[in-house]
């Protein structure tokens, strides 16, 4: 376990995960203001449906190489430096995407970005080096929460400083302001944050990423949470990729409702991340909350094949955002307690990675299913998501196994 500061560091003040979380939480506002205004910026090239979707797309690619990468580098260098290095990266890209030429330079520098910012794995390393494991639940909760308040201010800045009748340049604006929220991140992170680990801890022989993965894909417990993160990543982002289109389809809403709607979910997603999961895992364990989240979300898109519009419609997509919110934090607490301590930014990376490549492949298979049956892709989410619920009883069993047995 790695419930214990690393041999030869000072030890972690209490505030030190929260204070990263604080500080990422600017780099995370940055995010929120770029992604509503992509399908605006991408039309300002005039890119036809397909290549707005490679924007999209290019950012998880790079960040299913990148949270592996930087994973494995976090654990021989230090999360510090990565931290480091991975936004500079991103605050560039930010930078270099106001002045893209056309269409396919944007792509390549989303990619690129995503690559850079495929740096979560850093962060849930960090979390788990200076937490115990009975607190890193609530602590992961509390990044998830960050992340979702970003998304809600972020796109209310962009749209306010966004000016889409210019064309590209109209951009520029908010692309600067995450640039240099970007910018403010790193120094935040120079001055306000101590580095973790210790080189000393980094020194032992890492395989690489593929054999990596082979010993993660065989292991009991792992092994079965990172196949859950792709069942249930999967059948969520293609919900939330086709949400619009199935909304204007059977309510004709536009984007001013579907706004609205993404707006209580996130409060939702936030809410119970900040308040509810952290002590609900602490009280009836992460095994249990994380098979009772993934039951919260097979109902829920279930239930939305029925819904008649309105409230009913948004508070059902908030309560899937509840089971999401409920569960996910769990993943990477349970897989930071069972992993070998030295590689934790590697092991962690890896199931980051199966979740970026779940937000490749669920749209693509949800933009399949959708012409064909509209709501379709709810049924397929909850079709998919129902088998998770035995993959995280069966991984929590196997936790409590190797607990007793004092295994890691």
Not at 237 to 255: K, V, Y
Not at 312 to 330: E, F, R
Request: charged content about 10%; hydrophobic content about 50%; proline content about 7%.
């Amino acid at each position: 376990m790695s419930d214990t500061a690393p041999q030869g560091a000072s030890p972690p003040s209490s505030m030190a995960a929260p204070s990263l979380i604080a500080v990422i939480f600017i780099n995370m506002l940055g995010f929120g203001i770029i992604v509503p205004l992509l399908p605006f910026y991408a039309k300002s090239f005039d890119a036809p449906p397909w290549q707005i979707a490679l924007i999209f797309s290019a950012y998880s690619v790079g960040a299913f190489f990148g949270e592996p990468f930087w994973g494995r580098l976090s654990d021989k260098y230090g999360r510090k430096p990565l931290l480091i290095s991975t936004i500079t990266g991103n605050c560039l890209c930010y930078l270099a995407l106001a002045f893209a030429p056309n269409i396919w330079a944007a792509f390549a520098i989303r990619l690129l970005g995503g690559l850079a910012a495929g740096n979560g794995a850093v962060i849930q390393g960090y979390i788990a080096d200076v937490t115990p494991p009975e607190k890193r639940t609530r602590l992961l909760s509390y990044q998830g929460a960050a992340w979702n308040v970003g998304l809600i201010f972020g796109p209310m800045v962009g749209g306010i400083f966004a000016h889409p009748d210019a064309g590209p340049v109209g951009f520029r604006l908010p692309l600067f302001m995450a640039s240099g929220l970007a910018a403010l991140c790193v120094i935040g992170i120079m001055v306000f944050i101590r580095e973790s680990k210790t080189r000393e801890q980094a020194i032992t022989h890492r395989p690489s990423r593929w054999s990596a993965l082979g010993d993660v894909v065989r292991h009991p417990i792992i092994g079965r949470l990172m196949l859950l993160t792709f069942l249930v990543g999967f059948a969520f982002t293609g919900i939330e990729s086709t949400f619009g289109l199935w909304a204007q389809a059977r309510f004709q809403w536009g984007p001013r409702e579907i706004g609205v709607c993404f707006a209580f979910v996130g409060v939702a997603a936030a809410v119970t991340q900040m308040f509810v999961t952290g002590r609900l895992s602490e009280r009836f364990g992460e095994g249990r909350m994380l098979a009772v989240g993934m039951g919260i979300t097979v109902l829920s898109a279930a239930g939305q094949t029925m819904s008649p519009g309105g409230g009913v419609t948004i508070a059902l997509m908030c309560l899937t955002a509840v089971g999401q919110s409920v569960a996910w934090p769990n993943v990477g607490s349970m897989i930071s307690q069972t992993a070998d301590p030295h590689r934790q930014g590697q092991i962690l990376g890896l199931n980051n990675a199966t979740g970026a490549l779940a937000r490749v492949v669920g749209p693509f298979c949800a933009g399949l299913i959708f012409p064909v049956a509209i709501d379709g892709p709810f049924i397929l989410g909850a079709l998919v998501v129902a088998p998770a619920i035995f993959l995280a009883l069966a991984a929590s069993r196997r936790v409590a196994a190797s607990r007793a047995d004092g295994r890691p």
